[in-house]
């Protein structure tokens, strides 16, 4: 680790002065906890000139959460939110995949807009200076090529690990986002980009979100359908503080013996966090055996883990379909 370089920090206190500093310094950097941000800055990994902090910001720290509606502050912790009634009495899939996150001192810093717009990761990429130079960096910074992939033709398959995602993936949730051009409200699946394609039509594990410049996220909501059961499990090397080996989030509702709905989202695999597509072709009966070999293919499809951690791709998407079958079947169970 290197001393932290030299930068500017500034503290605005109101989303305007957020945008105002943001129209000031078109370069600089959103700044949540930290927890990931200033561990990047120290590596060499990146050294933004300007950091503007919104822990100051008393709008960005809501969080509402009744039987019908979430809404949560991208400034907001992970600490609160995993502590919050409502959201462990309504959505307990967010407050789940948020105390998951990391340890109890990150999590007391960590913010929701961090979690959900975390750096992709890689072995290559989370390194020092001088680790990364010696193999001659990477498509990630500034190498030409990729060692995970060295034919990935300009492609980069670092993984989208954020624990939120797949949570607030399943709930259908939206994002606001504030940026010089105003508000607009997306699915927070259209904010990331990393569908890794070869023919560089979308994003991948360099360029994984859709913010435009100077935008930001500001908050996070969902709507909460009558009858829907959720709930996040991730599998980890260190239990007490750990990135997932793959992370899965499960809703789904239960209409007498048929599966009614069936959400599935992934985190640790994709270079963006996965909603598995198809699976409504699996609801309007009982869960069978042949209905969870079904998921397990729509798994094996989508989920493209490459070696971008220590643990190799294949075992991770074979922990992510072990994953989702058995938190489906432990939902539908109730
Ligand atoms: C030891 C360790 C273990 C970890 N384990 C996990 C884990 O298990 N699961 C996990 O998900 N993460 C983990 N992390 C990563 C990190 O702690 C969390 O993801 C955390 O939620 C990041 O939030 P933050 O507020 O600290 O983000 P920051 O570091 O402040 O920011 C992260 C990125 O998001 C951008 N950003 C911040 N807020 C916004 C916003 N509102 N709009 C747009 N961009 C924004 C920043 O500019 C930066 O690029 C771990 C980190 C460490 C050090
Ligand atoms: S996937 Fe390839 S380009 Fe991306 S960070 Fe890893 S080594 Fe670098």
């Known amino acids: ?36 941000l200033l561990v990047n800055i120290r590596r060499g990994i990146e050294a933004p000139a300007v950091l503007i902090a919104v822990a100051d910001v008393a709008e960005l720290h809501a969080i509402e959460a009744t039987a019908g509606e979430i809404s949560i502050g991208a400034a907001a912790t992970l600490a609160d939110l995993a502590a919050h009634d409502g959201v ?3 959505y307990p899939v967010v407050a789940e995949a948020a105390e998951q996150v990391a340890g109890p001192t990150q999590r007391v810093m960590a913010t929701v807009g961090g979690n ?18 010696a193999n001659r960096h ?3 910074t500034t190498g030409e090529m990729c060692h ?26 939206e994002a606001t986002l504030l940026g010089p051009d105003g508000l607009r409200r997306i699915p927070l699946a259209d904010l990331y980009t990393g569908y890794a394609r070869q023919d560089g039509s979308t994003g991948d594990g360099k360029n994984y979100l859709s913010l435009r410049p100077g935008e930001f996220v500001a908050k996070v909501a969902a709507r909460n359908p009558r009858g829907l059961r959720s709930a996040y499990r991730k599998i980890r090397v260190r239990r007490s503080i750990e990135y997932p080996v793959a992370g899965v989030a499960v809703a789904l509702r239960r209409d007498g013996d048929a599966l009614a709905d069936l959400r599935v989202a992934f985190t640790g695999t994709n270079p963006r966090p996965v909603r598995l597509e198809g699976t409504d072709a699996l609801c309007g009966g009982p869960l069978t055996e042949d209905i969870c070999q079904k998921l397990d293919d729509l798994v094996r499809d989508q989920i493209m883990a490459m070696k971008t951690t220590f ?11 072990v994953l989702a079958r058995r938190l489906t079947t432990e939902l539908f169970a109730g």
């Open 311 to 321: 643990t190799p791709g294949h075992y991770r998407r074979r922990v992510a379909g």
């Open 1 to 36: 680790m290197y001393p932290l370089p030299e930068f500017e920090l500034l503290r605005p206190t109101t989303i305007d002065e957020v945008l105002a500093a943001r129209a000031r310094h078109p370069d600089s950097r959103l700044l949540g906890g930290g927890t990931d």
């Open 138 to 140: 990477c498509l990630k």
């Open 116 to 133: 959900l717009c975390l750096d992709t990761r890689c072995i290559y990429y989370n390194q020092s200076e001088w680790w990364r130079g």
């Open 148 to 173: 995970v992939a060295p034919k990935s033709r300009g492609v980069c398959f670092a993984t989208f690990s954020g624990d939120l995602a797949p949570a607030l993936l399943v709930l259908d949730a």
């Open 88 to 90: 462990r009495a309504h």
